[in-house]
């Protein structure tokens, strides 16, 4: 068994204000065994709608969004 203490500040909680955006459905055919390359090409689609509603909705001082 491996115990792990670790002495940490209490928490500071800061004034934000959040904002959610919810964007179109993404339309996809279920598949039982889909290709990684299947896979691979929905998941673009998602980035690339999750990068455009950063973008449009990012306030103007918000950092670039980098997906990795």
Known sequence: ???CVVDLPPLT????????V???ALHVTQKNDPTPEE???VF???EAALLELYN???PP???????F
Do not use: N, R
């Open 1 to 3: 068994k491996i115990s």
């Open 13 to 20: 909680l800061a004034a934000v204000s959040y904002k959610m």
């Open 22 to 24: 919810v964007g179109k």
């Open 39 to 41: 896979v691979d090409a």
């Open 44 to 46: 673009k689609l998602y």
């Open 56 to 58: 449009k909705y990012k």
């Open 61 to 67: 001082e918000a950092s670039e969004l980098t997906l």
